[in-house]
C-alpha cells in the first residue's frame, strides 16, 4: 500500500552481520509502517493460533507421552507410534477402511463435482439455479442422514428392503447396517450424496468466469465438439478452482467419521465402519489415552496434508 | 439482452443433440438421487404413523397430517428444559458466530490481500495449509485449551474457534483481491484511515462474500451439538434436542422427521435466496499456487 520503496540491499563491501542487521532494521522499518495491518489482523489471528495452530503442535508434543489427564504426560518416546502400527489391529482396520473412503469418495465425488457443475452450466439461468440448489443441498441440510437410516433400516419397512421384497430379488429383509460386507458401500454411498458441497459451488463459479471468447477462438481453430472445448479450453482456464476443490474433496473424505457413526453405529459391528477418526474419538473421548489419541491425530495430519499437497503438486501439471 | 442470445446461438456450434440429451438424461438421473431422500424426508414429516411403517413403503404422503408436528410440540412442552431455550441456544451460538467470524475474517482478510507487510506469505500459506486438515486433528488439544481457559461448558467453547474458521479467510481474501487498488489509493490520499478504508469502503464492497462467509459458518453452526464441549442440559443446543428425539426410535420416527424437516429447512432457504451471490464469490475462489 504505502508509496515508500525501501531499500532492500546493503551496500556492497559490507560483511554478513551488519548486513544481517540493515535486513532486520529495514523488516522493522516496515512492520512499524504497516501496524494497522497487524492491528487488523491481531483478533482473528490470536484465535486462529490458539485454536488451530497451537493445537497440532501441542498434538506433536502429546503424541510422545503418556497422558491420562489426570497425572503429568510422561515421556515415552516412540512407544504410541510403535503400538499404533504394531499391536493395535483396529487401527490398522480404521487406516484401510479410510484408504478406501479416500480412495473412492475422493476422485468419485472431485469428479461428480465436476462433471454436474459442467453439464449444469449448460442450462438456461433458472434451470442452473435450481439444479445447483437440487446438488447442493444435502450437504447443507444437516443431520440429514438419519433419512437414510430409514432407507437402509433392517426390517421390511425400510426402502430398500420393501422395494427389493416386492420386486421379489430378496425374500427376507437384510440388516443392511449390521451386515460387514454392506456396510462400507452404504457409507460410502451417504458420503457421496453429501459430498457436493463447497468444492461444487466453486466449480459452478469457475465455469461461469471462463472468458467466453476463448471458445468462439477455439471454434475457429478447429475445436470440434464439446469434449475437446472441455480439454482443450474448460478445464485449463479451471485450474484454480480445479485446485480449491481438490483440497476440499480430500480433505473431507479423509475425515469420514459422522456419517460412520450414526448409520453404522459406535463402535460399528466388527469395526467394519472404523476409521481413523472414530478411532481418534474412541481413545480420545472414552478411554482418555491422550497421548495414544494424539498420535492418531498426528499421523491423520501427516496423512491429509501429504496427500494434498502431492495432489496439488500433480494438478499443478494439467495442461501445461 | 441481444449479445447474450447470440454467444448463446454461437455456443451451441460444438453442441450435438444426442450428446446433448445424453448429458442432460444422466444430469437427470443423478437429480433425482439427490433429491428423492430430501423428499422422502419432507414427506415422512406429514405421514401418520400407520403410514410411516406401510408395505411396501411409499415415497410421497397420502394423508398429509400434521400430527407429527403437534406430537413434537407436546413432547417438548414436557421436557424438562423447555424447547424454547434449545432454540434460543441455537440462535445464539449460530448468531454470535456468524456475525464475530464475518467481522474477524473480514479484517484479518484485507490487509491479506491488499498490504504488502512482511509475513504476510508465511501467514496465509499456514491458512491455507489449515485448510488440508479436518478440525478432529486438533480436538484432544482445543479441550485442553478450552479448559485452560474456562470455556467448558459454555457458549464461547463452541463459538470462538469459529471466529477463527480459515475457509472464510481463504474466501474473503481471494473476494478482496479484485477490489481495484484506485479506490484504496484514492480514500487514502483523502487522508482516511486504514480502519476507516476497511469499515466504509471494503466492508461495502465484498457483501457478496459476506452472504458467502454467513452461509458456511451457518451450516456448521447450526448443526452442532456442542463438540463435547457443553454438558449442561439447559445449553444444549437444537440439534443436540433433535438426535435425541431420533434415537427414541420406531415411536419417535414420524417426530424424528418434522424436527429434521424443521432442521434443514434454515440453511437451504438462505441458500435460495443468496445463491447467485455466493456463487459470485466463489468464483474467486481459485488457489493462485
Not at chain 2, 467448558?152 to 470462538?160: F, G, K, M, Q, R
Not at chain 2, 454438558?231 to 414420524?254: C, D, M, P, V
Request: contains cysteine.
Amino acid at each position: 500500500m504505502s508509496n515508500i520503496t525501501v531499500e532492500q540491499t546493503a551496500p556492497a563491501g559490507t560483511g554478513r552481520q551488519p548486513r544481517l542487521r540493515t535486513w532486520w532494521a529495514v523488516r522493522k522499518r516496515e512492520m512499524k509502517l504497516h501496524k494497522h495491518s497487524y492491528l487488523l489482523m491481531a483478533p482473528y489471528m490470536l484465535l486462529f493460533f490458539t485454536f488451530t495452530v497451537l493445537p497440532v503442535l501441542m498434538s506433536l508434543l502429546i503424541s510422545f507421552t503418556y497422558f491420562n489427564m489426570l497425572e503429568f504426560p510422561r515421556f515415552i518416546g516412540w512407544q504410541n507410534y510403535a503400538r499404533l502400527f504394531l499391536e493395535d489391529e483396529v487401527f490398522l482396520i480404521a487406516v484401510k477402511n479410510t484408504l478406501l473412503f479416500a480412495a473412492i469418495t475422493g476422485p468419485v465425488s472431485y469428479m461428480a463435482c465436476f462433471i454436474f457443475a459442467w453439464i449444469i452450466n449448460e442450462l438456461g439461468p433458472k434451470l442452473r439455479a435450481f439444479m445447483t440448489l437440487v446438488f447442493y443441498a444435502p450437504s447443507i441440510s444437516g443431520n440429514v442422514y438419519f433419512i437414510w437410516q430409514m432407507i437402509f433400516s433392517g426390517d421390511r419397512y425400510g426402502i430398500a428392503n420393501g422395494f427389493l421384497i416386492k420386486m421379489g430379488i430378496i425374500l427376507e429383509p437384510i440388516l443392511w447396517l449390521k451386515t460387514e460386507k454392506y456396510i462400507l458401500a452404504i457409507i460410502i454411498l451417504v458420503q457421496l450424496w453429501l459430498s457436493l458441497g463447497t468444492g461444487f459451488l466453486a466449480f459452478i463459479a469457475g465455469l461461469q468466469t471462463v472468458d467466453k471468447t476463448l471458445y468462439e477462438a477455439g471454434a475457429v481453430d478447429g475445436v470440434k465438439n464439446r469434449w475437446q472445448e472441455l480439454w482443450y479450453i474448460t478445464l485449463p482456464s479451471m485450474r484454480p478452482q480445479l485446485m480449491f476443490g481438490a483440497v476440499i474433496q480430500l480433505t473431507t473424505s479423509l475425515a469420514v467419521a459422522d456419517v460412520s457413526i450414526n448409520l453404522a453405529g459406535f463402535p460399528s459391528v466388527n469395526y467394519a465402519a472404523e476409521t481413523i477418526v472414530t478411532h481418534l474419538i474412541d481413545f480420545g473421548t472414552i478411554r482418555f489415552e491422550m497421548g495414544f489419541a494424539s498420535a492418531i491425530a498426528t499421523v491423520l495430519f501427516i496423512l491429509m496434508v501429504g496427500t494434498n499437497l502431492i495432489v496439488q503438486r500433480l494438478l499443478r501439471k494439467v495442461g501445461q | 439482452m441481444n449479445m447474450i442470445l447470440t454467444l448463446r446461438r454461437r455456443r451451441r456450434v460444438n453442441r450435438s443433440f444426442l450428446g446433448s440429451f445424453a448429458l442432460f438424461l444422466f444430469l437427470a438421473v443423478f437429480g433425482a438421487f439427490m433429491v428423492l431422500p430430501l423428499i422422502y424426508a419432507i414427506n415422512a414429516a406429514f405421514k401418520p404413523l400407520d403410514e410411516i411403517f406401510l408395505f411396501p413403503p411409499r415415497l410421497f404422503v397420502r394423508n398429509p397430517t400434521l400430527d407429527n408436528f403437534i406430537d413434537l410440540v407436546e413432547l417438548l412442552g414436557n421436557s424438562w428444559v423447555p424447547f424454547t431455550r434449545y432454540i434460543f441456544n441455537t440462535v445464539f451460538i449460530t448468531g454470535m458466530g456468524v456475525l464475530g467470524h464475518v467481522l474477524f475474517a473480514s479484517a484479518a482478510a484485507y490487509p491479506l490481500a491488499k498490504h504488502k507487510f512482511p509475513g504476510r506469505n508465511v501467514l496465509f500459506q499456514i491458512v491455507v495449509l489449515s485448510l488440508m486438515f479436518s478440525p478432529a486433528v486438533t480436538s484432544i488439544p482445543n479441550y485442553m485449551i478450552m479448559s485452560w481457559l474456562g470455556f467448558v461448558d459454555t457458549y464461547w467453547a463452541v463459538i470462538l474457534p469459529a471466529f477463527a474458521y480459515s475457509l472464510g479467510l481463504y474466501l474473503m481474501k481471494q473476494f478482496m483481491e479484485q477490489i481495484p487498488d484506485a479506490l484504496l489509493e484514492a480514500a487514502k490520499i483523502d487522508g482516511a484511515s486504514e480502519y476507516h478504508i476497511f469499515w466504509s469502503i471494503v466492508m461495502p464492497n465484498v457483501k457478496p462474500a459476506w452472504l458467502t462467509l454467513i452461509i458456511l459458518v451457518f451450516q456448521i453452526l447450526w448443526g452442532t451439538d456442542g463438540n463435547g464441549f457443553i454438558y449442561s442440559e439447559q445449553l444444549k443446543t437444537l440439534h443436540f434436542a433433535s438426535n435425541q428425539i431420533i434415537q427414541g426410535g420406531i415411536a419417535r420416527a414420524g417426530v424424528g422427521a418434522a424436527v429434521a424437516l424443521i432442521l434443514m429447512s434454515v440453511p437451504i432457504t438462505i441458500f435460495i435466496f443468496s445463491q447467485s451471490r455466493i456463487i459470485e464469490t466463489m468464483a474467486t475462489s481459485g488457489m493462485k499456487d
